[in-house]
């Protein structure tokens, strides 16, 4: 049981490229989502999704798209990466609408932008 | 919007010693979930602790127990007995009872960073 895994775990781009963070997840959970975190701010939602096929814009979900066409994956995308996006981003999951409900982490993916 | 606050950006205990983490937040719903997760080094977000609104005893894990004032929207984090391996980032984190609408979204504190001296 893997949990929460993120790929890559580092990435390096430059301005204007593109890509595509993935987060797989074995847990059957319904609910998925991605933050962002930087320096002095905590976590912040860029983006979740309540099932498969559904996705929704959290707190700071300009410059990033995201799909969700399978249940264990949620990707991220960044059509043309900033260096304001600079970050480490963290995928989630959680059993949905328990009230044990809780949410687990992926290991982050470190992401630099020149 | 709900906002969570924690107003010490960094803290220092001494092993074996007992410290408190300060956590305040802010919401109009009377339902809801709070969290402290830990980061340590490795970046890997951690549940520590979870309490639920409408109790009113305070969640208990082992060495680690909250303070919970609903009325002043307060939510404290003590660590009892401090081991050189609780050292790490603390987060302080709502989640509203609203699942459905919401995705049970998380709002998270900026942190506080712990230190452990030996």
């Known amino acids: 049981n893997a949990g929460v895994t993120q790929t890559p775990k580092f990435r390096v781009l430059k301005t204007g490229q593109s890509m595509t963070l993935l987060c797989a997840q074995d847990?059957?959970?319904?609910?998925m989502y991605w933050y962002r975190q930087d320096p002095g701010m905590g976590l912040r939602l860029i983006h979740y999704?309540?099932?498969?096929?559904?996705?929704a814009k959290g707190e700071v979900p300009d410059g990033y798209n995201v799909s969700r066409l399978k249940k264990q994956n949620f990707l991220l995308g960044l059509e043309s990466a900033a260096p304001s996006q600079t970050s480490v981003y963290f995928c989630?999951?959680?059993?949905?609408?328990?009230?044990?409900?809780?949410?687990?982490f992926g290991p982050g993916t470190r992401l630099l932008v020149l | 919007a709900q906002t969570v606050t924690q107003s010490q950006p960094e803290m220092s205990v001494q092993e074996a010693e007992t410290v408190t983490l300060s956590c305040t937040y802010d919401?109009?719903?009377?339902?809801?979930?709070l969290f402290w997760y830990k980061q340590p080094p490795s970046r890997q977000m951690i549940l520590v602790i979870r309490q639920e609104a409408y109790k009113q005893q305070n969640a208990t894990e082992n060495r680690f127990s909250v303070n919970f004032q609903k009325a002043a929207k307060s939510f404290s984090l003590k660590i009892s007995d401090s081991q050189l391996g609780d050292a790490a980032m603390y987060f302080c984190a709502y989640r509203s009872a609203k699942g459905e609408t919401s995705g049970s979204r998380l709002t998270f504190g900026e942190g506080t960073q712990l230190t452990v001296n030996p």
């Open positions: 999704s309540v099932g498969e096929g559904t996705t």
């Open positions: 989630a999951s959680s059993n949905q609408g328990t009230y044990q409900e809780t949410q687990y």
């Open positions: 919401t109009s719903e009377s339902d809801y979930y």
């Open positions: 847990m059957n959970h319904e609910y």
